[in-house]
């Protein structure tokens, strides 16, 4: 008989990395791969938030190393994965979660808004994969998944550069997953729907009527009348980080409450 299920989604004894690991989404993912029984490695500019995620991490019980990384230079990418080898020996999760939004109309985007978000959303997806697909193709195994977002299948308004670079995450996931498939690796990517982390908060939190009115908002555009929290989406990291989803690759899975049904 084969093993009990849940060691289908065990990760004891095997190593994670985290990008936009200090809130929201990439904290919770990070804390729920750790929780699975990965040591994790954790990268973002945010300084204070790493050490709240490391401290929630060492609560369980589990290995966190933190790492202060612009995952829009190149370098520091590469250096991240040569600091997880480095520190447990094999890397077995590449977690692209960092990501910027810029909210303005498309007449009103500057070269500096549209520049910021290729260099984190896109570009830093593109190395992430670069640095992780080196290491795991040498290794035989691994799997990367990369943040993506409905804004890919439905852009609304204000977010044209952010869709567009989201779309090109889509387009990157599926080009490694065939590319490093022969490997052992695969390559998946998550579209979020609406979801309530610091990213979709910046007005909300001090003005409290705002943000009750957008969270209604944003479960409206679910036929589910829900919006998501980032335990959603981190239970879908899980999944893919997992030997779970050891027959799912170059796919963009859609935890979105049906905002789009692709």
Not at 153 to 171: E, L, R, W
Not at 199 to 204: D, E, F, L, S, Y
Request: net charge neutral; proline share 4%; hydrophobic share 45%.
């Amino acid at each position: 008989m084969a093993g009990h299920w849940t060691e289908a989604f065990s990760l004891s004894g095997r190593v994670a990395v985290v990008t936009g690991a200090a809130s929201g989404i990439g904290q919770e993912s990070a804390c729920l791969l750790a929780e699975a029984g990965a040591a994790v490695v954790l990268a973002d500019l945010d300084e204070a938030g790493l050490a709240t995620t490391a401290a929630r991490i060492h609560d369980l019980g589990g290995k966190a190393l933190v790492r202060r990384v612009d995952v829009s230079a190149r370098s520091q990418v590469d250096q991240l994965a040569l600091d997880a080898v480095s520190a447990f020996g094999r890397l077995d999760v590449w977690a692209n979660v960092a990501a910027v939004d810029i909210h303005k109309p498309i007449l009103e985007v500057s070269e500096a808004d549209m520049d910021r978000q290729v260099a984190v959303n896109q570009k830093g997806v593109y190395w992430g994969c670069v640095a992780a697909g080196r290491a795991m193709t040498a290794q035989g195994s691994g799997s990367i998944v990369n943040l993506s977002s409905t804004g890919a299948d439905k852009p609304s308004p204000g977010i044209s550069v952010y869709s567009m670079t989201k779309a090109a995450v889509n387009a990157c996931t599926r080009a490694c997953a065939i590319e490093f498939a022969p490997s052992g690796v695969r390559v998946n990517a998550i579209g979020p729907g609406y979801v309530d982390t610091p990213m979709t908060q910046a007005a909300k939190e001090i003005d409290p009527a705002r943000r009750a009115a957008m969270l209604r908002a944003g479960a409206a555009i679910s036929p589910m009348g829900l919006y998501g929290v980032p335990r959603d989406i981190a239970l879908t990291v899980l999944y893919l980080a997992s030997d779970a989803s050891r027959f799912v690759t170059g796919q963009v899975l859609r935890p979105n409450g049906g905002a789009t049904m692709l």
